[in-house]
């Protein structure tokens, strides 16, 4: 399987590492290149369009995408730059380090992501574009809607909701049953212990409110 990653330098050659593992392991995949705006190859890998509707569509039917555009601050707009570019649900690949334990029965989306050493418990749904870096773990029958960020070392209690475009900051904690609101963002180290509204930015330990994002 053929895989364009859709973003550029950081989140997106994160993601094309990972490929590079799981193909060293025997898994029938290989990136390909990039979509990105700055035309200059990355990390050695040729970029093949800009990133546009026309660039996915001038690809070959054949090769499957990964959209890498994670971003804290704008979360939101990379969420709705997805949707503009109209990409068929069976065009994403979903990536799973060879290192990470998945239970038989999470469900994963499309374009999902696992870095190594990530830990899914049973009956763990997690949504397309979601991506899991290294070491995090996600609880029993929690649910990451679509687009969700954990970053490394993070864990998510058992039945937790973490809506679209959340991002769980490196070594957070989130408590069993409770919410985590759309484009929310919990910052590094944080302790999660209530509900986090959309948008609201959370920190410290306790977590507290800190800010509102911007909607958009």
Do not use: W
Request: with cysteine; aromatic share 6%; glycine share 10%.
């Amino acid at each position: 399987m053929k895989i364009v990653v859709i973003g550029g330098r950081g989140n997106g050659t994160v993601v094309a590492s990972t490929i590079e593992d799981c193909k060293s392991n025997g898994q029938d995949v290989e990136c390909i290149g990039f979509l990105n705006d700055i035309k200059d190859p990355i990390n050695g890998y040729d970029v093949l369009g800009d990133i546009s509707a026309g660039s996915v569509e001038r690809l070959s039917s054949e090769i499957k995408f990964i959209f890498a555009m994670s971003n804290v601050q704008q979360a939101a707009e990379r969420y709705n730059l997805l949707q503009r570019l109209k990409i068929p649900r069976d065009r994403f690949a979903s990536i799973i380090h060879p290192t990470s334990v998945v239970s038989s029965s999470a469900q994963l989306g499309v374009g999902v992501v696992l870095m190594p050493f990530t830990l899914v418990s049973p009956n763990v749904v997690i949504g397309d574009h979601s991506q899991l870096y290294a070491q995090s773990f996600v609880g029993h029958d929690s649910i990451l809607e679509e687009m969700v960020f954990v970053a490394n070392n993070a864990s998510v209690g058992g039945r937790v909701l973490v809506k679209t475009g959340s991002h769980v900051g490196s070594n957070s904690s989130l408590v069993e049953r409770i919410e985590l609101g759309r484009f929310a963002v919990v910052g590094l180290g944080s302790v999660v212990l209530h509900d986090v509204n959309d948008y609201e930015v959370v920190a410290g330990n306790p977590a507290r409110s800190i800010r509102t994002l911007t909607s958009r």
